[in-house]
């Protein structure tokens, strides 16, 4: 049994085209002997943004903090505190903080494969 | 993409010999099409708790409000909203709320098959 909190767990800034303001934590992780699927944790500050983009596996998502905007190629949604959001395997997809003044903070569990 | 809120999500209660004031929510789950794992909800009332047991796969958790007792065969944990815990698969477990007033609620994550 492991206790992890968040404020505890290494903040990375991922290196990828399309990111603004986000860091990444990885709280439940391959490292505390997750076998299948790990639970990583995003923050964007305000007026950030993920990549708008898609990939082989699945997300399954719980806003923690804040609201943003949740883009496919079809439409945007707003999530808040306490929302849970699926994304498809292979479905496009964005996240996005809209406000000025709060992070928008949310659990983004993957397959461990892809942690 | 599929947006979920808890308020939306049926609760079930757990019909197991060792449970007491504890309901069950799975928002996203089989039916919105997860493929490799579930995010279900678990809510201990004030003096609940879930069975002291095991199981061959592991939990995946958050502590979305309250605060609990993670218990194991050798010590029990205090958890708070929002600390992270990981259960590994065949360990002994348990969740209990020593409040008096309010809901212990956590995310428990665990592959699809075991739903």
Redesign the interface.
Known sequence: ??????KDTDKIVPQMDGVKGVYKQT??SKE????????RVFTIEPGGHTPLHKHPF?H?N?V?QGQGL?V?DTQE?L?NK????????N?M?QFKNPSQEQDFVF?C?V?IEFE
């Open positions: 049994m492991v206790i992890v909190s968040l709280p439940l505390n002997g997750a076998p299948n699927f790990c639970f699945e399954m719980y923690i949740m496919s949604t999530v306490g929302d849970f959001a699926y994304v498809e395997p479905e997809h659990i569990a397959p």
